[in-house]
T-cell receptor
């Protein structure tokens, strides 16, 4: 069965610190990869996505992610976080090997302190 | 406005009653999904549908049922067989298929169901 793992459940950072959130998935075939963000009291929004081509993708608000096929990973990064980045972050995968269903990880709660 | 509408936002039901959550989209998307969000468990897939009149079980389908009679509608029924129904339910839709440039899912605002 397909699965998505997010290794960090809770992360606390100071403003201006760098961020990297891990995401690994487990199945083959063609994959589409996503990072979503859920700000407090708001609904899920797409941060960035990978479909093909350049494995380094850039999203909104200065976020980027790198797809490493050999490691089945799609880690999210931001060089300098802001207090407003406090939110929950979800990695998601859709694959031909997974029957085209969209599977999410368990999420990472990020808190950025002033 | 284009988007996904879930109703109601808050729902209270007595234990043992079935309840149906509404999800409507006007994005002309082929695929629709129902997720359950619980603290620390992320989004778990209940059911999904890739085309009208067809749907598949997700990872936690027991105690739930769905229908997809129209492309724009994908209602979820939480039955009395669901042992722990109190949760936040999210509906999403996307264009069908993998490998295309725009198959990300768009989400509704969710329905918080409380069973007492």
């Amino acid at each position: 069965a397909q699965s998505v793992s997010q290794h960090n459940h809770h992360v606390i950072l100071s403003e201006a610190a760098s961020l990297e959130l891990g995401c690994n998935y487990s199945y083959g075939g063609t994959v589409n990869l996503f990072w979503y963000v859920q700000y407090p009291g708001q609904h899920l929004q797409l941060l960035l996505k990978y479909f093909s081509g350049d494995p380094l993708v850039k999203g909104i608000k200065g976020f980027e992610a790198e797809f490493i096929k050999s490691k089945f990973s799609f880690n999210l990064r931001k060089p300098s976080v802001q207090w407003s980045d406090t939110a929950e972050y979800f990695c998601a995968v859709k694959s031909t090997g997974g029957g085209n269903k969209l599977t999410f990880g368990t999420g990472t709660q990020l808190k950025v302190e002033l | 406005d284009g988007g996904i509408t879930q109703s109601p936002k808050y729902l209270f039901r007595k234990e043992g009653q079935n309840v149906t959550l509404s999800c409507e989209q006007n994005l002309n998307h082929d695929a629709m999904y129902w997720y359950r969000q619980d603290p620390g468990q992320g989004l778990r897939l209940i059911y999904y549908s890739q085309i009208v009149n067809d749907f598949q079980k997700g990872d936690i389908a027991e105690g739930y049922s769905v229908s997809r009679e129209k492309k724009e509608s994908f209602p979820l029924t939480v039955t009395s067989a669901q042992k722990n129904p109190t949760a936040f339910y999210l509906c999403a839709s996307s264009l069908f298929g993998v490998g295309k440039g725009n198959t990300e899912a768009f989400f509704g605002q969710g329905t918080r169901l409380t069973v007492v």
